[in-house]
């Protein structure tokens, strides 16, 4: 049971990098639209809370 709750946080985490890739994305446009990035930072900010919660939780 430990090995798939591992594998669903690692995945969780693959999708944070995702996420901050397109934050990275929109930041670079010529006109970046803050509001989104905003968002898109929060729901980072809670994945890699999940993530750190499930992985390195007993």
Do not use: H, W
């Not at 946080?9 to 990035?37: F, H, I, R, W």
């Amino acid at each position: 049971m430990v090995d798939l709750i591992e594998r669903k946080s690692l995945k969780l985490l693959a999708q944070a990098g995702q996420t901050l890739n397109q934050v990275v994305a929109e930041g670079l446009c010529d006109q970046p639209q803050q509001p989104l990035m905003r968002a898109m930072l929060a729901e980072l900010r809670a994945m890699l809370d999940e993530f750190e919660d499930a992985y390195f939780t007993e």
